[in-house]
């Protein structure tokens, strides 16, 4: 088997080739333009296929060439993602904890300095997301998802289910503020993926959805809401801590479960049974039972369950 070509050399002709410019290729490369020229000569002779047709000053690809630098191209780009990967993997002193963005704002890292506190050994990276597959693929060690706890191929804890209650600022409407859930369906809503209906089923009441501002980010609706321009129905795991501090007001007692979902701990198999798992799944089911805990009863849900 022969051996590979010189890595220069690949990335001298790919800039090249891509360029259209040896000066231009050198530049990007950070070397000199007789460097560039002499490991693209060297190639050719490596392969003894000439890659460039040199007209005067110009350098144009022969159809063979054209086709070399595609393959290069692309397998250059596998070669740098694959160090992106080894580079992004979690370290032996690192915890890196994929959150879903909403949860992690709100929720999870005014908490995170409680477990700083507690385990100083570990530096904590925090990576957003939606999905499962970062898991599987070596880049994160935990996640917290909302789901129902059936994906593939992880190991998984139920942490809590989620409430919505309909929320509004203080300031909102001058300050005169809904009491009932009726007033409540004929005030301006800032809306989200969230259904009205149910909400309506459970206060006892009927009428058609309601319109306002939509988003499709939580964020965006919260941000929306705490300016006063309208009520929302939200989970109530996001705006708990704004409740506390007076910075958004519940309207109205009518709450009702986050439909078919609940938060969950997942993490890779390779994680399983590891001290940073063990640290960071003790820490966090503590944090639940005490957020559960300062909840009035009818707004407590469910919360750690069994593995699977």
Same mark, same amino acid.
């Given at each position: ?93 690192? !915890? /890196?904890?994929?959150? %879903?963005?909403?949860?992690? $704002?709100?929720? &999870? ?8 506190? =507690? ?78 209906r149910p909400w309506y ?36 795991? !996001? /705006?708990?801590?704004? %409740?506390?501090?007076?910075? $958004?007001?519940? &309207? ?8 078919? =979902? ?21 820490w966090l089911v503590e ?22």
């Amino acid at each position: 088997m022969n051996p590979l070509p010189p890595l220069p050399a690949l990335r001298a002709f790919e800039a090249v080739s891509r360029l259209g410019s040896v000066v231009q290729a050198a530049d990007e490369l950070f070397v000199t333009h007789g460097a560039v020229s002499h490991q693209l000569r060297a190639l050719e002779e490596f392969l003894g296929v000439a890659l460039f047709e040199r007209q005067g000053k110009r350098l144009i690809l022969t159809d063979e060439g054209r086709v070399y630098a595609m393959q290069i191209r692309i397998a250059l780009g596998e070669i740098g993602e694959a160090t992106q990967w080894v580079q992004a993997g979690p370290r032996p002193n690192e !915890l /890196v904890i994929s959150v %879903l963005p909403s949860f992690g $704002l709100h929720w &999870l890292v005014p908490r995170l300095p409680d477990f700083s506190r =507690r385990h100083p050994e570990y530096r904590l990276r925090l990576r957003a997301g939606l999905a499962v597959d970062d898991l599987r693929g070596g880049l994160v060690d935990v996640a917290i998802r909302m789901g129902n706890g059936q994906w593939p191929d992880v190991k998984q804890l139920f942490l809590l289910e989620d409430r919505l209650v309909v929320v509004a600022a203080p300031h909102f409407n001058g300050g005169d503020l809904p009491q009932t859930a009726a007033q409540v369906m004929r005030c301006p809503v800032v809306r989200s993926v969230e259904n009205w209906r149910p909400w309506y089923i459970a206060a006892g009441i009927d009428g058609p959805e309601p319109n306002g501002l939509n988003c499709n980010d939580s964020n965006l609706l919260l941000q929306a809401v705490k300016l006063g321009q309208g009520v929302a129905l939200t989970r109530l795991s !996001l /705006v708990v801590d704004m %409740l506390r501090t007076g910075e $958004l007001v519940q &309207l109205t007692d009518v709450s009702m479960p986050y439909p078919n =979902r609940g938060y969950w701990l997942v993490w890779p198999l390779r994680t399983e049974g590891t001290r940073k798992l063990q640290d960071f799944s003790a820490w966090l089911v503590e944090q639940v039972a005490q957020y559960l805990a300062q909840l009035p009863a009818s707004l407590q849900g469910e919360s750690a369950a069994a593995t699977s």
